[in-house]
DNA sequence: TTGTACGCGTTATCAC
DNA sequence: GTGATAACGCGTACAA
């Protein structure tokens, strides 16, 4: 039986009939368990249990005025989660093995070795979305997961399904959330302060930035840094200039002119990788926005013959699970990512302290040396 | 804005006032939007726009009979994240920093150092629920995470916010799922068959178990082998069978007395391996029924000074992540876990094709040879 | 202690 | 093309 032929969901009128009461009863019998005589009660449970009666969410929700639920909204997941240089086939190419026939489904049909990339999961926001989903349910609270283009019709969907919206932001979410912040609590993780009234959880990108930049010069007298990524994205464009201040204050100047690269971006990435090779003009270290970023850069460094650390160095942001595995192993800056994923959900839940004012929860990440910045990691 | 004292949402009546027609156009205007005139339709959409209307799910879930959302329930999982022998604080346990203060919240108030462990995050749980939220996004489905006890209410709860559930059971789990069935469509995770009438999706436990059979007998010349977990459970079960079998295609018998042995267990597992090696009795291979239980296995192997796989060899059963990262990485049978959370998912909306009968999907897992078992990997 | 009646916000079925 | 109006299932005053 699929959804489609479920049997019509017994409702309290089912249960007060066949425990000959009132919908009153049946409704007391789960809620104000103490305004029922025993006898009535374990009737009335009995009965549920033996309709296999569930609560609808649905018609609580309506009467009570909220879901209960927390929600949690990425914005063009999919597409991030491609891996950028090894061409995987997104996610949706793949087909599925047909699931109503006889017999074991062979592994050749599962896509799993493709799909089972540590450069694919956990990223960064899967570790947040685990702190999210933790704590909810530590709180006692379901957690509603949706992903979308960032329209309208896909944000407002979700706000009307949950109490309260965590959401990774893309750059053009601003007017769509806008609309729905008197509505429902909105956390915004990882974006740069702004004058919409919605909570944030971040990190001090600026601080990791220039710790990271203290240690590239101090432990490894690199005085000439390049930076790779995209500075539309505001964490981006955070992480860009602690970089630059950092150096700032070490008498030193980042190149001006950075590597511009999406995160799926072989096609900027390589071409201005190759040119800098062929040009003799490498730089000491590549400081790339993310993990995601350092791992194409090293994949197209080592397809060009060059070694890093040795030739050049790399480092990452964000402290991914894949930065411990990659080769050589990535330097990076963590995030505390499933503290930040917590940390939404106590403010969505009300559990975070009074909130006269939005929220705007930032915490320390932490630089992690490994070998591709030259530290014996 | 907190939860509490966010402002009332905008109905349908609201935008209809605002826009000066009635409900029924209101509603309209985004349902069927060829039923209006433009110029309703453009004045309704813009009223809603600026009263930032949302319609809610839950009404509309009331109405329409069904809320469009996939459900994703685990018992007690919080329990099963925990690691072994590390004695991590249990998850519930750890002190939040203040959200409400200002500042920059310290590395050391993110418990990060501890929770970031892959031997907790991500397990086999995880990698399922990735996949089966991939597919709902695919399809365009939001996704209810919820977990609990497997208590009647929490399943009840869940029950009644979803149109099909998918469920790590529990032994005790069977009751209260059965109550469901006939309401909504319900997928078991790796369960073994039953009379029940609800979906599965699962492995070939007694195959895998048989390769591995094969690799260590044929590959190693191993021919003393311990079973190490718990067969209580019907998958834990089905792989003390298959490894039985296994063997016995092979003249070989398996050690009668597994090392009976919880997740979480050092309570059970310290001791019997302690008596094994005072007793010179340890086996050439200990074959666990999870990855997790052969990680406490070569913990307290390692604290014991065995080596493996020179004084004994130990595989696991799942091929998560932390396999592969472990000293030495474990040789293990990995699940295709994405496909079969993409399977569930599938299955529940419906696009899986007929179900004239409950859907028994059965994937083939694979051996993965390295280090623990004395292959070169 | 138990039963009745109304409201919650949508959708859908009617009239107009 | 548009506007009333009746479900949908539950929570809960209020009456009995």
Redesign the pocket.
């Known amino acids: 039986m699929s959804e489609a032929d479920a049997a019509?969901?017994p409702?309290?009128?089912d249960v007060a009939q066949e425990a000959r009461?009132?919908?009153?009863?049946v409704?007391?019998a789960?809620?104000?368990p103490d305004?029922?005589?025993d006898?009535?009660?374990e009737r009335v449970l009995e009965a549920a249990r033996r309709l296999g009666?569930a609560?609808?969410a649905a018609?609580?929700g309506?009467?009570?005025?909220r879901t209960g639920t927390l929600g949690l909204h990425a914005f063009d997941l999919l597409l991030e989660r491609a891996d950028p240089l090894t061409q995987t086939p997104s996610f949706t190419d793949l087909a599925m093995p047909r699931l109503d026939a006889d017999g074991v489904i062979p592994w050749a049909q599962t896509d799993d070795d493709v799909l089972s990339d540590p450069r694919a999961f956990p990223l960064y926001v899967d570790e947040v979305q685990r702190g999210f989903e933790l704590e909810c349910w530590a709180l006692g609270r379901p957690v509603m997961l949706s992903s979308g283009a960032g329209t309208d019709v896909s944000v407002a969907d979700t706000a009307?399904r949950v109490d309260g919206l965590a959401i990774f932001p893309s750059p053009q979410t601003a007017p769509a959330l806008a609309r729905y912040a008197p509505t429902i609590p909105i956390v915004l993780f990882s974006a740069a302060p702004g004058d919409d009234h919605h909570h944030r959880v971040r990190v001090d990108n600026a601080g990791g930035m220039r710790a990271l930049a203290d240690h590239l010069v101090r432990e490894h007298g690199i005085r000439d840094i390049a930076f790779v990524g995209r500075p539309e994205a505001s964490d981006t464009a955070e992480r860009l200039i602690g970089l630059q201040d950092g150096l700032a204050d070490l008498g030193l100047l980042l190149r001006p002119q950075v590597v511009d690269a999406t995160v799926r971006g072989e096609d900027d990435l390589v071409p201005q990788l190759r040119a800098l090779i062929a040009g003799g003009r490498m730089p000491q270290a590549l400081v790339c926005a993310t993990d995601q970023h350092a791992f194409a850069v090293l994949d197209t460094l080592a397809a060009e013959g060059l070694r890093v650390p040795e030739d050049v160095v790399v480092t990452g942001f964000d402290g991914t699970l894949a930065a411990r595995l990659s080769s050589p192993p990535l330097t990076t800056v963590r995030q505390p990512m499933e503290a930040m994923g917590r940390a939404a959900a106590r403010i969505l839940a009300g559990v975070a302290g009074p909130a006269d004012r939005p929220f705007d929860v930032v915490f320390e990440p932490r630089l992690v040396v490994r070998r591709s910045c030259g530290c014996p990691g």
């Open positions: 019509r969901r409702t309290v009128y009461v009132s919908i009153a009863s409704s007391f789960f809620r104000r305004k029922l005589s006898a009535t009660r009666y609560p609808s018609a609580r309506l009467a009570h005025g009307g």
